[in-house]
């Protein structure tokens, strides 16, 4: 018992005071990083919009120091924040959002990486609530923190990989290949409130998705993975391509580090990322069966770098269609974002001769959204929305042949 006593004494004598003091922060075109004469307590930031500012909230400091800028921001406010904390707010010059953040030395110095972004982003960012900061989890012990470090060996890529079941016997039927994101060693996003990890939601979702399409009988489905298994990005499109899919589809849950944000929303590949990828794929010394099956191995560079931009703009523009239809179909049936269709520079939705999309069905962070998510009924309504969706796809497809 006097050990314990003397333990609890001396942790409560290394508990820091929360009078530290903002000693200098430092703006650079990437990131900010602030200094301060000793630990803090924990930090949040959010973004604010009209005017465009971030403001970082800092339990345990006062303001003060000097200030050295050089980037996005314009200029540098700070102000006291109730009795025990400080508010630093940045004025931008153009939008720009943290995108991560981490305190260093011992809770002293904290380091919020910034990315510049366009108006609707920032805007959504400012929606979305704050980003939470932690210090080392030691550091009112008196002790140097220590760098921890967990590792998980990842599975090589299958240079063989076999192909999944296909549902359904009618092989004129449209294909959908359903992609459940994440598995094995890769948990994805995990619900802070219950522990539900993305990869087992998506794997139920997509099941359900499957079970819908098949009982409606128009098309022929076949699962990207339907256990739990790792598969790399290049691994789940990549199954789609050989079975010669006509259409992808990649299921996640969306995760935000703090804050209420909720609702579906859709992603399909950017025009950026759609002029990156054609040009690299017309790189390769072996184009064989770039595009459904056309060999383009003799074909002149700029010949081919022609062919498989105007397939890849193809398939883009029947991408965003099906997305806008997901979203009317999705509407009165579950939650989804106001500006549900976004784009976005994601290597799963590369393939060039295959409309795809990532629908990020709601969000784990979100106590509402994952019960949803992850309940019977949310699951249903997720896969009517996309089987409605689908059957004006194909349907549309077909009447244009």
Known sequence: MSFLIALLACWLAGTPGWAATVERIDVRPDRIVIHFDGVVGQASSFALDGPRRIALDVDGASPGGQVESDGVVESVRQAARGSDGARIVFDLAAPAIVSEGQFGSGGKVLTLMLRTV?????????????????PPFN???GVTPASYRVSVPVPPSTRKLALPRVYGDDDSR???????????VDPGAISPESGLREKDVTLKIARAIRD????????????TREDDKYLILQERYGIARKLKADLFISIHCDSVGGGSASGATVYTLSEVASDK??????ARENKADIIQGVNLASTPADISSILIDLTQRETMNSSANFARLLGREAKPLMPIKANFHRMASLVVLKAPDMPSILFETGYISNP??????DSREGRAAIAESLRRAIDVHFARRMAAR
């Open 118 to 134: 366009d108006d609707a982003r920032f805007a959504r960012a400012a929606a979305e609530g704050r980003m939470r900061f932690l």
């Open 139 to 141: 550091y009112g012990l």
């Open 368 to 373: 509402s959204d994952a019960a949803f998510i």
């Open 174 to 184: 449209p294909l959908v290949v359903i992609d459940a994101g994440h598995g094995g």
């Open 212 to 223: 819908d399409l098949i009982a409606s009988g128009r098309v022929r489905v076949a699962l």
């Open 277 to 282: 990828e054609s040009a690299r794929l017309a």
